[in-house]
């Protein structure tokens, strides 16, 4: 655990732009892996390290999480004391990206970036074979085109750290 209490596999970083320090974190659910060892709990360590650090012109917090309702519960429990909190894990951007109620941006999941007809950047054939004949067998990264690059763009007001917008990015690129 670092100074903030934050764990190693987690971060928090800080970046210098020409409004002021803008603060990453990066969080692991606790869903799925079973992380839910209490020094482990990431609103316990977002609390830590809210107390700790600061000012900032704006928060940004990356939250890997399995379950949709944990990635819910993290954007409101933040809302108002981050500037955003923006899921990831499965790959697939949803449609709820959104201001809450005390001004902190939110997506559940922000989707990917990598080749668009795969399961999760894995081949379709290795998916079938493993799902239909019950086979063990190696994740085969697919690298071919079409692509998907998945992102939000958001503007935070550098005065009081709360998000003006956020609006979701998906873009299809045939080649590289």
């Known amino acids: 655990m670092n100074q903030h209490g934050i764990q190693p596999e987690w971060g928090a970083k800080e970046i210098e732009t020409r409004f002021g320090t803008v603060q990453i974190v990066s969080l692991l659910g606790t869903v799925f892996p079973n992380l839910s060892a209490p020094n482990r709990n990431p609103l316990q360590a ?12 704006a928060r940004i917090v990356n939250f890997h999480g399995d379950w949709s309702s944990e990635k819910r519960v993290i954007g409101y429990y933040l809302d108002g004391k981050v500037s955003a909190v923006i899921g990831d894990h499965w790959h697939v951007p949803t449609a709820d990206a959104m201001i809450l109620p005390q001004g902190t941006a939110h997506i559940t999941d922000v989707g990917m970036v990598g080749t668009l007809h795969s399961s999760l950047g894995v081949s379709i054939n290795t998916i079938v074979d493993r799902w239909r004949d019950g086979l063990t067998n190696k994740n085969d990264i ?27 990015v998906q873009r299809i690129v045939e080649s590289l």
Do not use: H
């Open 142 to 168: 697919d690298e071919t085109a079409p692509y998907q690059f998945n992102a939000v763009i958001m503007t935070i007001d550098p005065k009081n750290g709360q998000a003006r917008s956020i609006e979701p």
């Open 46 to 57: 977002m609390d830590e390290l809210l107390s700790q650090t600061g000012p900032y012109v």
